[in-house]
């Protein structure tokens, strides 16, 4: 498989975590957000963000990719104010085929102090933030990507 990787740090982290994160963590009670997995890719999406939009073939391949290797990716819409019906349109028409989650209460949001769409948090198998900021270096300004 031929995958163009994001050109952003985050992404460097995912051959690295193959080889040395290591541990899984075992959940009782309220965390049982993350079980079972070598790292985790987190990525804030909004139905209503244009950038959101465009990376659906990317993250979908990356997930692939890397679910042999025990990383999973999981899509996170964080607020209330966003209905299942949305999202799983909102997944089907941009070809997003990973995990996700309507983060209404903002657990997931608050724990890794998520503040903006799209944005990328990689976490190793406790739960541990590696990794946070942007997918790639796409946009570069409010409304403005590069060409």
Request: glycine share 6%; with cysteine; hydrophobic share 35%.
């Amino acid at each position: 498989m031929n995958i163009s990787f994001p050109r952003t740090a985050w992404a460097l982290l995912l051959p690295l975590c193959i080889v040395s994160c290591s541990g899984r963590i075992k959940n009782s009670g309220t965390s049982t957000l993350f079980s079972g997995h070598r790292a985790y890719v987190n990525v804030f999406l909004s139905p209503d963000c244009p950038l959101c939009q465009g990376y659906g073939s990317l993250l979908s391949q990356l997930d692939s990719a890397y679910a042999v290797h025990d990383i999973s990716f999981r899509a996170v819409f964080p607020g209330n104010g966003v209905s299942r019906e949305t999202v799983d349109d909102f997944l089907k028409e941009y070809r997003f085929s990973m995990q996700y989650f309507i983060d209404s209460s903002r657990v997931i949001t608050n724990y890794f102090s998520a503040e903006t769409t799209p944005q990328v948090f990689f976490s190793d198998s406790l739960g541990r933030p590696l990794y946070s900021g942007m997918i790639d270096n796409l946009a570069y300004e409010t409304g403005k990507k590069r060409t």
